[in-house]
């Protein structure tokens, strides 16, 4: 074994150029196996790290009231009320479209959004300064607005200072309370997680021009119970709207699950079809290998006249072949990872690590391509006459 090992290595340094063109397959195979699986799942993964954020144990609400049939505030309540045993939290959610001012400054990428004392506490804010909306403030239609970040430094300077200032917000003035702790720790930009104003839903459905909220967030105790959650409210909403198509239930739990469910398919998609590389480097090693016989042929001709048996001749072909594909594989592994490290970054915004699985089923692929494609040519050199191989030129 280890002779033919040495054999293998003579062999492959004699031929550097022709081995590494042999390799060239191998290597390339298994870097794009590398790189697509680790850009997919690094992409997927700050998808999923998204929606995670957003509260996997959350369940939204959307309705289309009609003059007949309709939920209000007030009937949402009493069925969270009823079930405290599924729901920790729950909010009503109003859009408000329009024009925001800060002084002469037009906010023209700033949501605007009604909500609960609860809203806080269900995306994980934290006040920077001030407070958020109470229950006062929106039983009293308090005209009260809290901030992002972003809103507090760019239009007043800083979150302290912004305490106390006056938005306005479709011509009606609004008093700022309170500004949320920076949400984005990389970059401050309009439009983005940190651009934002909050006002009391009560408020925002008389600006709305709307009597009773048709959105609506509710927190499950666990993600367990989230599609036992999803099913009492469709069961609810089916009994007062009898018609499915006026409401719609979405728990985040679920978006998530066919979120996995779709970054395995790519992941499985991607790494098949660089996984064809491989292949084709597969034939790639059994032709060279089948040229290495042919040269060789009078040197194996006298191993055998001296005596070497026909499993120790099979036996230094496939190791050549299979030393061929390590080091191919390994010089592949060191290609994608650096790819994958440097230009996902650049890409994506975001890491995107070599996966072990990618690294893993890669070398293995490309060790077991040395060994399958390399036992043709080696079982051939084996069965040679020894004749006819030292009357070879």
């Avoid at 799942?41 to 959307?62: A, D, K, P, R």
Wanted: aromatic share 8%; with cysteine; net charge negative.
């Amino acid at each position: 074994m280890r002779e033919s090992f040495n054999l293998a290595l003579k062999s492959i340094w004699g031929n550097k150029m022709r081995s590494f063109l042999t390799m060239l397959g191998i290597i390339i195979g298994v870097a794009a196996v590398i790189t697509l699986v680790s850009l997919v799942n690094g992409y997927m993964g700050y998808m999923t790290e998204s929606f995670t954020s957003m509260g996997t144990n959350q369940i939204n609400v959307n309705l289309m009231n009609m003059s007949t049939r309709f939920v209000t505030e007030e009937d949402m309540y009493d069925f969270y009320d009823e079930h405290q045993d599924i729901f920790i939290q729950m909010t009503p959610s109003v859009q408000v479209s329009g024009s925001v001012k800060a002084g002469s400054e037009q906010l023209s990428s700033t949501s605007v959004t009604g909500v609960s004392e609860e809203y806080a506490d269900m995306k994980g804010y934290k006040m920077e300064t001030g407070r958020f909306i109470s229950y006062p403030d929106i039983s009293t239609r308090q005209k009260v607005a809290v901030i992002g970040y972003f809103d507090a430094c760019q239009y007043f300077g800083s979150p302290e200072n912004a305490i106390g200032q006056k938005l306005k917000i479709n011509g009606y003035a609004f008093f700022v309370i309170g500004v949320v702790q920076r949400q984005d720790e990389d970059e401050l930009e309009e439009g983005g997680s940190d651009d934002f104003v909050l006002i009391p839903y009560s408020v925002a459905c008389k600006m709305s021009r709307s009597s009773i909220p048709s959105n609506y967030t509710f927190a499950t105790k666990d993600t367990s119970v989230s599609e036992e959650a999803a099913d009492i409210l469709e069961t609810y909403l089916e009994e007062v709207y009898r018609n499915d198509d006026l409401y719609t239930v979405t728990a985040m739990s679920e978006l998530l699950d066919s979120l996995n469910e779709m970054i395995a398919m790519m992941s499985l998609l991607l790494g098949g079809i660089a996984g064809i590389s491989l292949l084709v480097a597969g034939v790639g090693v059994m032709n060279i290998m089948l040229v290495s016989v042919t040269e060789r042929t009078r040197e194996i001709g006298i191993r055998k006249a001296l005596g070497a048996r026909r499993s120790v001749i099979m036996q230094q072909f496939v190791i050549e072949a299979a030393l061929t594909s390590v080091l191919g594989g390994l010089l592949g592994i060191a290609l994608g990872s650096a790819i994958s490290i440097v230009i996902g970054p650049m890409l994506l915004q975001t890491e995107t690590p070599p996966t072990a699985g990618a690294v893993i089923i890669s070398f293995g692929v490309s060790v077991a391509i040395g060994l399958i494609f390399g036992y043709m040519p080696a079982s051939r050199a084996a069965k040679l006459n020894p004749i006819d191989a030292l009357r070879s030129e």
